[in-house]
């Protein structure tokens, strides 16, 4: 019984130091909230640049299920239009992301007018491509 209990406890105190170790890690620290313009300063309206009005094209960003490619549009400084130029559409599970999925992920990015959203659920990798190409063209337009 004592060996048992031995083992417990030192298991317990293990993983408590796992834990606490991870949320200490320096390199776990969110540092999206704040975004330097062009002369290193923190820009005002919530930490973004001013995006330049005009439209660009992210990269195609090859995913897991297939490549992901968006155009953005900007007026008067303010995302108004986002394109998906390239969607995954072999897999079945993937025809169902472009229909039910991506217009929930377009709305969250109109609506922070940033891609730094979080993924909707089910839509990881190709959340995620849509998102590096969004953020390239907005790095187009800063």
């Known amino acids: 019984m004592r060996r048992i209990l031995a083992m417990s406890g030192g298991a317990a105190v293990g993983a408590a130091a796992v834990l606490a170790g991870h949320a200490l ?18 820009s005002p309206a ?24 968006v155009r ?15 969607l995954p559409y072999e897999h079945l599970h993937s025809r169902w992301i472009r229909e039910n999925l991506i217009p929930q992920l377009r709305q969250r990015v109109l609506t922070a007018q940033s891609a730094e959203v979080d993924v909707v659920s089910g839509a990881t990798y190709t959340g995620q491509g849509y998102l590096a190409s969004l953020q390239a063209a907005l790095d187009q337009l800063s």
């Open 46 to 69: 919530g930490g973004r640049p001013r995006l330049d009005d005009g439209t660009a094209t992210g990269p195609v960003i090859e995913t897991l299920y297939g490549p992901v490619q």
């Open 25 to 42: 890690a320096p390199d776990r620290a969110d540092t999206r909230t704040l975004t330097p313009d062009a002369a290193g300063a923190a």
């Open 72 to 86: 953005i549009t900007v007026a008067a400084g303010t995302m108004t239009e986002i394109t998906e130029v390239k």
